[in-house]
């Protein structure tokens, strides 16, 4: 049994932190089995002799286990690392480098030595590529709800990297379906409108279309392209597909894809009228219009009803 008093503790309060809990979790899926999240917690705690306040103990005016939640934490930094990979849903698996890494550093690896990996720096430069540049001051600098709201959008941009990357290991069908209700969302079904995914056989360059009224007058032409982030978008494609929506006899259309455009491609769509989606406009509207997410927290920031005084 691991020594609860050899653990890495929490600069304010006495309970570990999430790396403290990393190695032991690599430790636990050490044999190659996929592992339930909750089988993980089970075997954490007779893996170590936690206090029983510690097992117990929640975050204030919140019902929620602080080990549980650092357990999840140390789970996606180990998932983001490449150490282990999603078996499926709630299910996680240790990868080669995972045994590599649990092997040669054993309870001492830290959030340093997770951090520094490849796949790990990766995923960071993801994460950067996405933050706003509106406060670039450092969060002292920032008022309270300004710190809250820069955090609050770190955190959803690492949310959306990992959206991405989920979306490039779905089947391309997956991604057309995708579209297809995000626009839903978005509106753009209109009131008693259809939305259809065409058949991949048969979609003639087209992978869906919206119909934003009944009888289908208004219609819009939706192309899907599941491209790996670099492979751009090319002017070609562009033009494949208004070719596709001009033989329907349609002035409209929404070209989506998880990577990007070349600027040919940007200018053949302009000459068009076809709307152009890349992959980081994607995953900020699915977190806008909660399209493959849902709200992990809702947190209440008061202020003073100067109404109810003035009465």
Known sequence: MINFNDLKRSKNSNIPTWDALASIILMIIGNNQPWQVNDIM?????????????????YPNKHINIIYNRLSWALSELHNAGLIKRAQRSTYQITPLGKQ??????????????????QYQQHQAEVNQRKSSINPEPLEALSLTEQLEQQVNNFNNGIAVDLLHRILKADPAFFERLVVKLLVAMGYQGTDGQAIVTQRANDGGIDGIINQDPLGTQRVYIQAKRYQIGNNVQRPAINAFFGAISIEHADRGVFITTSDFSQGAIAAAKQSNIILINGQQLTDLMLKYHVGVQVKETYQLMSIDEDFFDE
Do not use: R
């Not at 007779?46 to 097992?55: D, L, T, W």
């Open 42 to 58: 089970t075997a954490l705690v007779k893996a170590v002799n936690f206090p029983q306040a510690i097992i117990d103990a929640t």
């Open 101 to 118: 890494v649990a092997k040669q550093y054993g309870l001492k690896l830290d959030s340093k030595i997770i951090h520094a990996q490849p």
